[in-house]
């Protein structure tokens, strides 16, 4: 029995009952579709997944000053920062415990139906603040190099800082007292993607802050491009205090690569094992069809091997069945996973994320699926005497 009649056998075989072929080859498309839609809906979710963690933290850069007998990042070392390559905006944040607790008033009026003053902290600040804590001026605007060099007494107020003094509009100029001395508010921050304490602090320029302690940069806040920020973090010690970098800590983010490997590491885990159960069911709904047949078609194994067929041609007749059954489901699956994965990503506006070899290689699983599933009753078909299945 050559290769030829053993095809045109196994494909009789399967033509001969049609609907159950079609309903057995069912389970392996769902198996195989299955398989298909969750590794690549996995990797287009994880791509999705590591573009957000670099838009949102991939890109941060934090150098903290230590205390030391002279300052070791002067206020103006930020303009040297924000000429390096890759970064997008940089400032400069002065804090000291002497700030922490302060006592602010937003005016002289004493009023017992509501809260006159509040304990808040003072913070002095670079005018480019703004972009590098990433948030928005909610109401006015944010001081700026002018009000520095002439040393003007203004503030700008977190959202909290604002809502807990009462300022909720600058059209007529109000003030706050620090102590006894009036500020005028200029603007109100908000909306802090960075460095959200300072929602709840009253910002003021570098020039101003020495009243309160604030003489010295404590932390520098440095924003960069993607991609850029492990070159950044190595450069921005050297830009901000050449002579004492070392002494100078720098916490930067984790490599987006690796990041982006353990992230579709994770989730691809995840949904392998939801595809690989889906194709077990798939496997063994082949093999309850095909043993099924196996004793459907005990006639006809019997007469086969009466009239000379091995042992081995029977058992291959079946094996090649079902694998032709499990190929089918599988080039149909893969078929239908590709098209549903650009159909997932098209409705939630992704970028969809193929794997030709995942798509190559599914109708090939499918074949092996269908090769094991049909193992034993081929088996168990090549086992069965003449006299026995004649009877």
Same mark, same amino acid.
């Given at each position: 029995?050559?290769?030829?009649?053993?095809?045109?056998?196994?494909?009789?075989?399967?033509?001969?009952?049609?609907?159950?072929?079609?309903?057995?080859?069912?389970?392996?498309?769902?198996?195989?579709?299955?398989?298909?839609?969750?590794?690549?809906?996995?990797?287009?979710?994880?791509?999705?997944?590591?573009?957000?963690?670099?838009?949102?933290?991939?890109?941060?850069?934090?150098?903290?000053?230590?205390?030391?007998?002279?300052?070791?990042?002067?206020?103006?070392?930020?303009?040297?920062?924000?000429?390096?390559?890759?970064?997008?905006?940089?400032?400069?944040?002065?804090?000291?415990?002497?700030?922490?607790?302060?006592?602010?008033?937003?005016?002289?009026?004493?009023?017992?139906?509501?809260?006159?003053?509040?304990?808040?902290?003072?913070?002095?600040?670079?005018?480019?603040?703004?972009?590098?804590?990433?948030?928005?001026?909610?109401?006015?605007?944010?001081?700026?190099?002018? !009000?520095?060099?002439?040393?003007?007494?203004?503030?700008?107020?977190?959202?909290? =800082?604002?809502?807990?003094?009462?300022?909720?509009?600058?059209?007529?100029?109000?003030?706050?007292?620090?102590?006894?001395?009036?500020?005028?508010?200029?603007?109100? *921050?908000?909306?802090?993607?960075?460095?959200?304490?300072?929602?709840?602090?009253?910002?003021?320029?570098?020039?101003?802050?020495?009243? $309160?302690?604030?003489?010295?940069?404590?932390?520098?806040?440095?924003?960069?491009?993607?991609?850029?920020?492990?070159?950044?973090?190595?450069?921005?010690?050297?830009?901000?205090?050449?002579? !004492?970098?070392?002494?100078?800590?720098?916490?930067?983010?984790?490599?987006?690569?690796?990041?982006?490997?353990?992230?579709?590491?994770?989730?691809?885990?995840?949904? *392998?094992?939801?595809?690989?159960?889906?194709?077990?069911?798939?496997?063994?709904?082949?093999?309850?069809?095909?043993?099924?047949?196996?004793?459907?078609?005990?006639? @006809?194994?019997?007469?086969?091997?009466?009239?000379?067929? =091995?042992?081995?041609?029977?058992?291959?007749? $079946?094996?090649? @069945?079902?694998?032709?059954?499990?190929?089918?489901?599988?080039?149909?699956?893969?078929?239908?996973?590709?098209?549903?994965?650009?159909?997932?990503?098209?409705?939630?506006?992704?970028?969809?994320?193929?794997?030709?070899?995942?798509?190559?290689?599914?109708?090939?699983?499918?074949?092996?699926?269908?090769?094991?599933?049909?193992?034993?009753? =081929?088996?168990?078909? =090549?086992?069965?005497?003449?006299?026995?299945?004649?009877?």
């Amino acid at each position: 029995m050559d290769v030829r009649d053993l095809a045109g056998e196994a494909l009789a075989g399967m033509l001969a009952r049609p609907v159950r072929t079609a309903l057995t080859t069912l389970g392996t498309v769902l198996g195989i579709t299955t398989l298909v839609v969750t590794l690549g809906v996995a990797a287009t979710a994880g791509n999705q997944i590591v573009g957000r963690f670099d838009e949102l933290t991939a890109t941060a850069v934090t150098v903290d000053v230590p205390e030391h007998d002279s300052p070791l990042v002067a206020w103006d070392a930020v303009d040297q920062v924000t000429r390096l390559r890759g970064v997008s905006s940089a400032a400069a944040l002065a804090e000291s415990d002497e700030s922490a607790n302060v006592a602010v008033r937003a005016n002289r009026l004493v009023d017992p139906t509501r809260a006159g003053g509040r304990t808040l902290t003072v913070v002095s600040a670079t005018p480019g603040l703004p972009s590098a804590a990433r948030g928005r001026m909610m109401l006015g605007r944010f001081f700026d190099q002018g !009000h520095v060099a002439r040393k003007e007494r203004v503030v700008v107020l977190g959202e909290q =800082a604002a809502r807990l003094l009462g300022v909720t509009r600058l059209d007529r100029s109000p003030a706050v007292f620090i102590g006894e001395q009036p500020y005028t508010v200029i603007g109100v *921050l908000g909306d802090l993607r960075r460095e959200r304490n300072l929602s709840s602090a009253v910002l003021i320029p570098p020039t101003i802050g020495r009243r $309160f302690g604030l003489r010295d940069v404590t932390r520098v806040l440095v924003n960069t491009r993607l991609g850029a920020a492990e070159l950044i973090a190595g450069q921005a010690p050297a830009a901000l205090s050449p002579g !004492h970098r070392n002494l100078l800590q720098v916490t930067a983010p984790a490599t987006p690569t690796r990041a982006r490997d353990a992230v579709q590491g994770d989730v691809n885990a995840l949904f *392998l094992i939801l595809g690989l159960v889906s194709l077990v069911v798939g496997a063994v709904g082949i093999a309850n069809v095909t043993l099924v047949t196996v004793m459907e078609r005990k006639p @006809e194994i019997g007469l086969r091997r009466a009239l000379g067929a =091995a042992r081995r041609h029977i058992a291959g007749q $079946f094996l090649l @069945e079902s694998t032709l059954v499990g190929l089918t489901g599988g080039v149909i699956g893969a078929s239908l996973g590709v098209a549903a994965i650009v159909a997932i990503s098209a409705a939630r506006q992704w970028t969809p994320v193929l794997d030709v070899r995942l798509a190559a290689a599914a109708p090939l699983a499918g074949a092996v699926v269908g090769l094991l599933a049909g193992l034993y009753p =081929a088996l168990r078909a =090549a086992r069965m005497e003449p006299v026995e299945a004649l009877r």
